[in-house]
Each structure stands twice: as C-alpha cells, then as structure tokens.
C-alpha cells in the first residue's frame, strides 16, 4: 500500500497535468491583406506564460492546454498586436488575421516593442529541424545595436556575446577573427561558421579558416552556440556560429535599404539590399562595396560582396530556397612590428610589396518539407569554389628594423627587387549534402522530440607554394623557372571526405524539466598527394644541392562524440541549463606542409580531443533585467601550440593536456523601465558582459610548460554600455577592457630588440578601448555619426607568425564615420 502510495505521489509530481483535463490549441495566421501566412509570430499565453512562434507556414500549436479562460496575446513585427479570449473545453482550431498599422511608430517604439520580447534572445528548445534544449544559446539581434557596422567592428557587433577573443586588424572588416574560452582567434578557424546554415569556410576539415564574413548591415541575426553544437554541427571546440541574413517580411511587396559610409583613413562604404515579394517567390538580396586606405601606409584595400537568396512556396507543407554569395577583395599588408617599432611608430609599415586576395563563391539550395505539425525534413546541398593568393616577404621584421634595405629586398634601377617574394596560392574546390528530419513522439506519454541527420562533405584543393615575382604589384603568377633553387617549394593536392551521422532527443521528464542526449558518428578520411622541394645551400647561402621529394598519406579516423544536455525551467522566464559533450579537431596536411619562415612543424603532429561542459541561469526579472551566467569547463587534451626545443628553433606540435575553467555572464539593466515606466519615448538601458578565464597546462612532456598559463586567454574580458533614445533619437557609449594575455606555451617575455623573435613572441598588454555611435532617423531617412577608439589608445591584439606580419599588428587608432541611411 505504502509502494502504491508513493508511486501515485511520484507520478502526480512529475505529471501534474493528469489531474485535469489536457487540450490542443491549433491554429494559423494570415496577413489580412494578401491572406499569406505569417511566420514568427509571437502567440502567448496570459495564464500559463508559454510563448511559442508560429512556424514558415504560420501554424501554431499548443499542447496539454488546461480547460478554462485563456487570453492568447498575438505579436507580429508589422502588424496590430490582437488578444483574444479562448475558453478551452475541447481541442480547437483557430484561424487569426493580422491588419496592417495604419500609423507610424517611431524608432524607439518599435525597438522597445522588440526589446520587450527579445531582451535577452536565445534558440528555442527546437525550431525547423534542428535541437537547442540544454545548450548555452546567444543569438544577436542587430536591429537593436548600434555601432560602424560597415566596417564590420567586431567589438561593437559582437558585444552581446561574453568571452570573446577578437583580433582587431585595421582593413575595414574584411575578415573575420574571434576565438572564445581560449580558442586562437585566427580567421575564426576554432567555430564551426555558417551562413543561413551552411558551411562557409575554405574546409570545415582540411583547412578551417573564414576568408568570408558577410557585412553586419546584411544580418538580421547572428546566432552563437557554444561546444555542446559539436554533435549537431560538427566537433569543433568552439562551437557554432551562423549569419542569418536579412529577408524582407511576408506582409510587404517589396523593400529598399541603402546606407552609405564614409570615414577615416579615406574609408568608403556602400551597401545596398532590396527584396520583393510576388506571388508564392520571395527574392532577397544585396550589393556590398568598399574602399580604404588602412590605418597605415602599405595597407589600402577594395572589397566586393554580392548575395541573392530564392524562396518559393510550393505548398503550404513546403518550400525551397537557393542562395548564392560572391566576395572578392585585393589588400595590400603592411607587415608586423617589433616592440620598439610599435612604442616608436605604431603606424609604421614594414613591408610595400605584401599583397593577399581573396575570391568567395558560395552555392546553397534547400527543401523543407512539413510532414505533418510534428514532424519536418530538411534537406540541402551546399559547395564551395574559391582560392586566397598571398605574395610577399614573410622573413621576421628585425631585419627591416636593423636595415630597411636589407640584401634580400634590395631594389633595383627599374623598380623592382633582387629576391623574388613567397607565393601561397590555396584552391578550394568542396561540396556536400545534408539531411535532417526533426518529428515528435510520446515516451511514457509524455511528448520527447527526435532529431536525426546525416552529412556527407567531399573537397578536392590544391596548395602551391614557390616563387613570386620581383615586383611591388599585385602580380600572382608563380616564377618557378626564374628561381629553380628557392626553399619554399612544394605543390600538393588535399582530397578529404567526411560522412556523419548523428542523432539527440529531447526528453520532457515533466513540463519543467528535460534531458537531451546526443550521439555523433564520424568518419574522416584526409589525403596529402604532391611533392616539395628540399634545396642545401652552403656557408655562403649558394645552393649546392635541389631535392625533389614525393608525398602521398592517407589518414582514415573513424570515431564517436557523445554528449547530454539538461534544462530546467523554473518559469517562464527563469531556465537552467546544463550540458557536456565531446570534441574533436583533426590535424591537416595542410597546416603541415606550408613552409613557415617562423616556425617548423613537427611531423609527427596529431588530432586534439576533449570536451566542453556549461552549466548557467539565465532569464528575465519583470521585464526591469535580462540576464545569462554560465560555468564552463573545456578539457583540452593535445592541444596544439608553438615551443622552443633545445636547438632554439620554434616548432609548432602538440604541447599537452589543458584545462580551462570560467565564469561568463551578460546582465542588461532596463533603466528606463525600472525608473520611467511611463515614458513610452524613452530608450535607456545598460549592460555589462563579463568573463573571468583561469587556466593551466596540467600535462605536457615539454619543458617550462606544466603550470603554465594557456595562450590567446586574458583573465579579464569585459564590456560595458549605455544606450540612450527618445524618440528618433539613439545614442550608445560602449567601454571595453581586456587585460594581458601570452601569445606562446611557455608564457615567454616579450623578446629584446635585435632578437629573431621580437615581435614574435611575448605578451599582449592589456588595453581599454571607448566607442561611441549616435543616430537620427526622419521617416525613411537616417543619419548615424560615431567615432572609434575614442581616447587613441594605442594596442594591438595579435603577434602573427605569419602574415600579414610576422610581428605586431598594430589595431586602429581613433576614426571617425558617418553613415546615411534610406529605407523604404
């Protein structure tokens, strides 16, 4: 009786809902104008709190409604807000229309209206066919910040996002380089980065690295989640990070934007997107252009970023969209620094004949397809063709600093130089599938969600390496029978394949609380097939001997990634959540057999494994605070890193296992509405992200290394801002902090003027920086006027070991821009 009792007792906390009736609220929304559907309109329930979003085809649902007075309020960017009254004694259908305003809101009442809902933005627990319970989820709504996102300003764009190492060059935003939880920033090559959802960089496996990153003023969102992602996404340590781009909403016919930017260091900017509706067609795209002569000399560049995205509306159970994106910029680099040279002439330029070019082509249809209200399958095929040229002198800046003529770029009579310069030439020819079919189904009667996909991904690139030319132009043609005995010489093709199958389920143990457990299995298989040279040169640098050496490795891995997810949701507005999950970054021929003049690479370099793990609290207090603070944990075992072996060269290798623990968290204070609720106009809000890192190495067979701090991880990354409006007026005040950090294993000093290294290695001081953006819109018209790095700070954020250095490369100092805007 006493078991009896219990079990009863049991089953009634954990299923609440059997103690009184349980319906179904289904319905649709239309525009009432064109009777289209709406998607991602908000529908809450007054009573229980929940919020849902309707779905691409504008059906919504509720599950276990209990009988009784509801009040479902409905929200939808364009349109009137409605409420309407339900008494629910049985499951029912609802058809809601949306009217169109018929008056003007200005800027601060439709961002409050926003804000209101969005104050603190994170993925649902699943949305199209992809699972996001128990995951640390951030998701950027740019309409709501304000900053120079026409040059791409990545403290501005990402300042929502804790923890976030970025490196800040000086060429207008034409790439982009963050790293997070001490991750190297490098072209982002530690995330895995999508746009609309497909892969965008050179090689997800072969070669990382982001070449393209599309302008913030054509995003809507930008969507970051942490290494728990690796089983849905891929096996990187960072995580996932996804562009989602603007497209123009389902109640307008069509839609212009056009925001031109001048600013300092003669930068120029011209972004232009129009979109349009027709029928069941929707057509969304843009032109990106832009110019500058960079913050120091030898570092002008022009960039250009065409986009065009398809959607067509088969029926109302699916629909299938294409988008195609194109990026081509020539830029020319400026060098790296030593320490003296960077306390002297922070601006100096090193080098005049560095050049790198980049052209980005992109292909990605998709077909959704809802199966029925619980189930949808997605499928897409994406590609790649695209290269990166870089032509310079990569030897270390010391020698320029000691003679900025040296013998190896001494000129000539007619303009150009003895030595010929280091061609890097990288072709990126990939493509693949991917398939995702998200449904839902009981578990002991209660509801569970199931997710289950596959990937399949096949590159075929090329690397070449050898001489340039002797000139100072952009000129990328190899010079190989001019120079027959140059060092730096190897041709090499990189077949890779990947096929993954993966899997999570959602499991609602009650309406609270949920499990997520996840499974990824992984095959890679990577080839190295070429040849390289191995030149002998005597005493007095004469070559004595050219050896032509032949390569071909085959490195198949088979392995699995597991992971578990937990989230509990106290309210509606207050969830916990919990996760760990394994991750796995695989070593490329690729890295290996690029010649470095800064470093050598150990042959024997292998894959990095380890896992990540969060626990966080995050929510909203009476619409006055949002906030998200989270602990993480990431073991890093073999982790890759640059040391110095005992005959003083710099060799890059696996260092040993690291661990690195900390605290993130983001609060935002709604001042307005904590002190001035009734002042609809008003626009007042301050926020504070912070992140406190610890690390060490525990392990390692290397010297100096075991206690040591991990690199690319300052203990302190903080950002702080006011923004204040009233009306069609915005002003934002941003300060940003980031205290020291080492750049090598062994935490070494920076090195002494004339030293090999110097430059190289060392520390990257701390440094605070001030920004500071206010705006002014007039019906379709709006002006915005900024300036950057207010107080002149000087700082750089990064020692390259390769280009654009080797060296310092010195950030921005103070720039001004203005932007006017025209919308329709």
């Given at each position: 009786?006493?078991?009896?009792?219990?079990?009863?007792?049991?089953?009634?906390?954990?299923?609440?809902?059997?103690?009184?009736?349980?319906?179904?609220?289904?319905?649709?929304?239309?525009?009432?104008?064109?009777?289209?559907?709406?998607?991602?309109?908000?529908i809450f329930d007054q009573q229980t709190n929940r919020l849902i979003e309707t779905k691409a085809n504008g059906i919504f649902l509720f599950e276990n409604m209990s009988e009784g007075l509801h009040e479902l309020s409905i929200i939808s960017m364009g349109f009137k807000s409605?409420?309407?009254?339900?008494?629910?004694?049985?499951?029912?259908?609802?058809?809601?229309?949306l009217e169109e305003p018929q008056i003007?809101?200005?800027?601060?009442?439709?961002?409050?209206?926003?804000?209101?809902?969005?104050?603190?933005?994170?993925?649902?627990?699943?949305?199209?066919?992809?699972?996001?319970?128990?995951?640390?989820?951030?998701?950027?709504?740019?309409?709501?910040?304000?900053?120079?996102?026409?040059?791409?300003?990545?403290?501005?764009?990402?300042?929502?996002?804790?923890?976030?190492?970025?490196?800040?060059?000086?060429?207008?935003?034409?790439?982009?380089?963050?790293?997070?939880?001490?991750?190297?920033?490098?072209?982002?090559?530690?995330?895995?980065?999508?746009?609309?959802?497909?892969?965008?960089?050179?090689?997800?496996?072969?070669?990382?690295?982001?070449y393209y990153t599309p302008p913030a003023e054509a995003l809507e969102q930008i969507q970051v989640i942490r290494g728990a992602s690796s089983l849905q996404y891929g096996t990187q340590f960072g995580g996932l990070i996804n562009f989602k781009t603007k497209r123009i909403p389902s109640f307008k016919r069509w839609e212009i934007e056009s925001?031109?930017?001048?600013?300092?260091?003669?930068?120029?900017?011209?972004?232009?997107?129009?979109?349009?509706?027709?029928?069941?067609?929707?057509?969304?795209?843009?032109?990106?252009?832009?110019?500058?002569?960079?913050?120091?000399?030898?570092?002008?560049?022009t960039a250009h970023n065409a986009f065009i995205n398809l959607n067509y509306r088969i029926n109302k159970r699916s629909h299938i969209s294409a988008d195609y994106s194109y990026y081509n910029y020539l830029a020319k680099q400026a060098g790296g620094l030593t320490d003296k040279m960077f306390e002297e002439t922070p601006r100096l330029s090193t080098r005049d004949r560095n050049w790198f070019d980049v052209n980005w082509s992109l292909f990605n249809i998709k077909y959704e397809y809802d199966i029925s209200l619980k189930s949808r399958l997605s499928v897409r095929a994406f590609g790649l063709n695209a290269s990166r040229y870089s032509l310079g002198y990569r030897g270390n800046p010391v020698e320029l600093n000691q003679n900025p003529i040296t013998a190896l770029d001494e000129q000539r009579p007619d303009g150009s130089y003895i030595s010929p310069r280091d061609l890097i030439k990288g072709r990126?020819?990939?493509?693949?599938?991917?398939?995702?079919?998200?449904?839902?189904?009981?578990?002991?009667?209660?509801?569970?969600?199931?997710?289950?996909?596959?990937?399949?991904?096949?590159?075929?690139?090329?690397?070449?390496?050898?001489?340039?030319s002797t000139g100072i132009d952009p000129d990328f043609e190899a010079r190989t029978d001019d120079f027959p005995d140059y060092a730096n010489q190897s041709e090499f093709i990189f077949p890779n394949t990947n096929i993954a199958l993966f899997t999570e389920q959602i499991f609602y143990l009650n309406p609270r609380l949920s499990i997520t457990p996840g499974l990824r299995l992984e095959y890679i298989r990577t080839e190295s097939h070429g040849q390289y040279n191995q030149v002998i040169f005597d005493n007095a640098n004469n070559p004595i001997a050219n050896i032509l050496n032949q390569e071909d490795r085959i490195l198949p891995r088979y392995f699995a990634l597991a992971g578990v997810g937990l989230s509990y949701k106290a309210r509606t507005s207050i969830n916990w959540y919990a996760n760990i999950s394994q991750n796995y970054r695989s070593?490329?021929?690729?890295?290996?057999?690029?010649?470095?003049?800064?470093?050598?690479?150990?042959?024997?370099?292998?894959?990095?494994?380890?896992?990540?793990?969060?626990?966080?609290?995050?929510?909203?207090?009476?619409?006055?605070?949002?906030?998200?603070?989270?602990?993480?944990?990431?073991?890093?075992?073999?982790?890759?890193?640059?040391?110095?072996?005992?005959?003083?060269?710099?060799?890059?290798?696996?260092?040993?296992?690291?661990?690195?623990?900390?605290?993130?968290?983001?609060?935002?204070?709604?001042?307005?509405?904590?002190?001035?609720?009734?002042?609809?106009?008003?626009?007042?809000?301050?926020?504070?992200?912070?992140?406190?890192?610890?690390?060490?190495?525990?392990?390692?067979?290397?010297n100096n290394v075991v206690g040591k701090q991990v690199e690319f991880i300052p203990?302190?990354?903080?950002?702080?801002?006011?923004?204040?409006?009233?009306?069609?007026?915005?002003?934002?005040?941003?300060?940003?902090?980031?205290?020291?950090?080492?750049?090598?294993?062994?935490?070494?000093?920076?090195?002494?003027?004339?030293?090999n290294r110097s430059g190289i290695?060392?520390?990257?001081?701390?440094?605070?920086?001030?920004?500071?953006?206010?705006?002014?819109?007039?019906k379709n018209l709006g002006l915005q006027v900024g300036v950057n790095n207010l107080f002149n700070e000087s700082y750089f954020t990064r020692r390259a070991t390769g280009y654009p250095g080797p060296g310092i490369i010195p950030s921005e100092g103070r720039s001004f821009y203005a932007t006017l805007s025209y919308k329709l």
């Open positions: 009786m006493n078991k009896a009792y219990f079990i009863l007792l049991l089953g009634l906390l954990l299923f609440p809902e059997l103690l009184s009736g349980q319906w179904r609220v289904e319905g649709i929304v239309k525009n009432a104008t064109n009777d289209q559907a709406i998607s991602e309109a908000i409605q409420i309407i009254a339900l008494n629910i004694q049985r499951d029912t259908f609802l058809t809601i229309v003007e809101l200005s800027t601060i009442e439709i961002a409050a209206k926003r804000k209101e809902i969005f104050a603190l933005r994170q993925l649902k627990d699943y949305q199209g066919t992809s699972i996001y319970a128990g995951k640390k989820t951030e998701v950027i709504i740019l309409e709501l910040l304000q900053g120079n996102f026409a040059s791409n300003n990545s403290r501005q764009v990402f300042s929502q996002i804790a923890g976030l190492n970025i490196y800040e060059g000086s060429d207008g935003g034409l790439q982009l380089s963050i790293g997070g939880r001490g991750l190297d920033p490098n072209r982002t090559s530690n995330f895995n980065t999508r746009q609309n959802g497909y892969d965008i960089s050179a090689d997800v496996l072969g070669y990382p690295e982001n925001n031109q930017t001048v600013g300092s260091f003669n930068f120029f900017n011209s972004f232009n997107r129009i979109g349009f509706n027709h029928k069941k067609l929707s057509v969304n795209s843009y032109y990106n252009y832009k110019q500058g002569d960079g913050y120091r000399n030898n570092s002008d560049f990126f020819v990939n493509g693949g599938l991917e398939a995702k079919y998200l449904f839902e189904y009981l578990t002991l009667d209660r509801k569970s969600i199931g997710l289950i996909g596959a990937k399949f991904f096949r590159s075929r690139n090329q690397s070449f390496q050898g001489p340039g070593v490329t021929f690729s890295d290996i057999r690029v010649v470095s003049p800064t470093f050598i690479v150990d042959p024997d370099i292998s894959d990095e494994t380890g896992f990540t793990a969060d626990v966080g609290w995050r929510g909203q207090w009476k619409k006055k605070m949002s906030y998200d603070v989270g602990f993480y944990n990431i073991y890093y075992n073999d982790r890759i890193g640059v040391i110095l072996d005992n005959r003083a060269n710099r060799v890059r290798k696996n260092i040993g296992t690291a661990l690195i623990s900390g605290v993130e968290s983001l609060i935002d204070f709604n001042i307005k509405e904590i002190y001035f609720p009734q002042k609809e106009q008003l626009k007042f809000n301050w926020f504070t992200n912070t992140a406190l890192t610890h690390s060490r190495y525990l392990r390692s067979e290397e203990f302190i990354n903080l950002k702080t801002g006011l923004q204040l409006g009233y009306r069609d007026f915005l002003s934002t005040v941003q300060f940003g902090y980031v205290s020291s950090q080492f750049t090598d294993v062994q935490n070494s000093p920076a090195a002494p003027d004339g030293d290695i060392g520390e990257i001081p701390s440094y605070s920086i001030v920004d500071f953006s206010m705006s002014y819109r007039i």
